[in-house]
């Protein structure tokens, strides 16, 4: 949830698995909703540019829910980030989970469930 506003359109796509949400403040509004900040992070994997127009990231996340103080499933991903031409400012933030939006769910109910969790950064 931690965003800088000013490298954001106003309009920018936030599109990941289970959300399409357009704009910056009800994206972070949304992250601050879902997720406990004292102990939720994502760390950075990895970083790059994948074509003149865009960035891509690999992170790592954990944590836990607001709802039900629930923990995450560490699990990884990527985020591809689009960059306006004219404006220079991220028109869209692309999630890809390398978990099911299912398995990242039911995980949360029962622990154990599905896919081995992410290793922690070393």
Same mark, same amino acid.
């Given at each position: 949830?931690? @965003?800088?506003?000013? !490298?954001?359109?106003? #309009?920018?796509?936030? $599109?990941?698995?289970?959300?399409?949400?357009?704009?910056?403040?009800?994206?972070?509004?949304?992250?601050?909703?879902?997720?406990?900040?004292?102990?939720?992070?994502?760390?950075?994997?990895?970083?790059?540019?994948?074509?003149?127009?865009?960035?891509?990231?690999?992170?790592? @996340?954990?944590?836990? !829910?607001?709802?039900? #103080?629930?923990?995450? $499933?560490?699990y990884t991903g990527t985020t591809v980030y689009t960059i306006d031409?004219?404006?220079?400012?991220?028109?869209?933030?692309?999630?890809?989970?390398?978990?099911?939006?299912?398995?990242?769910?039911?995980?949360t109910l029962i622990p154990g469930f599905g896919a081995a969790p992410?290793?922690?950064?070393?």
């Amino acid at each position: 949830g931690k @965003l800088t506003p000013s !490298l954001y359109d106003k #309009n920018c796509v936030f $599109k990941d698995p289970t959300t399409n949400v357009v704009g910056i403040e009800p994206y972070t509004r949304a992250v601050a909703t879902l997720f406990d900040p004292a102990v939720s992070h994502a760390d950075l994997l990895d970083i790059r540019g994948s074509s003149p127009n865009s960035i891509t990231l690999r992170w790592r @996340l954990e944590g836990k !829910l607001n709802l039900g #103080n629930l923990a995450i $499933k560490p699990y990884t991903g990527t985020t591809v980030y689009t960059i306006d031409e004219s404006s220079g400012l991220i028109k869209r933030h692309d999630e890809t989970w390398d978990i099911s939006a299912f398995d990242a769910f039911v995980s949360t109910l029962i622990p154990g469930f599905g896919a081995a969790p992410a290793p922690p950064v070393q």
